[in-house]
């Protein structure tokens, strides 16, 4: 059962999440979705991540889901966002690092897991976050409204470990992006997994149930060290 949360961001919006415990929890996974999407696209994956013995928290990012409000500007909607508010959801993913870091838990024992915007957001949050063990990305792009993961990942410590998948034919820009992104990373420890029209983000674990076990074990394994 999913216990709904709210932080407020560094510059004074309210994020919601939802957070699932496991019975004995390893470690802690941050989950961002896609876009247009929210936070209730990742219910089936933070159940199996359960089963694995991994926490999670999946949130809204700002102007998506639940995430509406700001103390500063008042209602928000994404629709209405440029490339500045876009990238200013980086500080809902530090927030929720900060929020689960209150929860007893090291960054070492934090992974992230991005879909397509929330995957170059998952990049970034690795900059700013050297500590966290690693980030699974799901069909990442070259440029988000301006969170370039190409051009990031190449600052990733070779300590973070790195899982990347898209899907080749039905999603072919993200499927380039991600053999770029993958080349790009001078990480210890990557994988990338080249699908075929399986879909794009969270689609894809939908589409592929044994993938989605695959990713989780790898949380999993990149938690542990």
């Given amino acids: 059962m999913a216990e ?10 309210e994020i919601v999440g939802n957070w699932v415990t496991a019975p004995t929890t390893l470690g802690v996974v ?5 876009m247009p999407a929210d936070r209730t696209s ?26 509406l ?14 490339d500045e508010e876009h990238q200013s959801s980086l500080q809902d993913a530090i927030g929720a690092v900060d929020w689960i870091r209150r929860r007893g838990f090291e960054r070492a ?15 970034q949050l690795l900059l700013e976050e050297p500590e966290i063990s690693g980030t699974a990305l799901l ?14 990942v190449g600052s990733v410590l070779p300590t973070q470990s790195l899982w990347v998948a898209a899907s080749e034919g039905d999603d072919q820009e993200s499927f380039e ?16 997994v080249p699908l075929k029209n399986a879909g794009h983000g969270t689609k894809i674990l939908e589409n592929q149930p044994k993938l989605a076990d695959d990713l989780a074990v790898w949380l999993k394994e990149t938690i542990q060290g």
């Avoid at 941050?30 to 896609?34: E, F, W």
């Avoid at 990742?42 to 998506?64: M, P, T, Y």
């Avoid at 990442?140 to 990031?152: L, Q, V």
């Fill in 4 to 13: 709904r949360i709210t932080f407020f961001s560094a510059d004074e919006v």
């Fill in 30 to 34: 941050l989950l961002m979705h896609m």
């Fill in 42 to 67: 990742w219910a089936g994956f933070q159940s199996l991540l359960a089963s694995k013995g991994l926490a999670s928290l999946a949130i809204d990012l700002r102007g998506h889901g639940e995430s």
């Fill in 69 to 82: 409000n700001s103390k500063e500007s008042g209602k928000l909607d994404y629709k209405l966002f440029g």
């Fill in 109 to 123: 024992r934090i992974a992230v897991c991005g879909a397509s915007i929330g995957a170059n957001l998952a990049v």
């Fill in 139 to 152: 069909s990442p792009g070259r440029d988000y409204h301006g969170t370039n993961a190409i051009s990031d």
């Fill in 177 to 192: 992006a991600s053999k770029a992104l993958s080349e790009a990373a001078a990480v210890e420890r990557k994988t990338f």
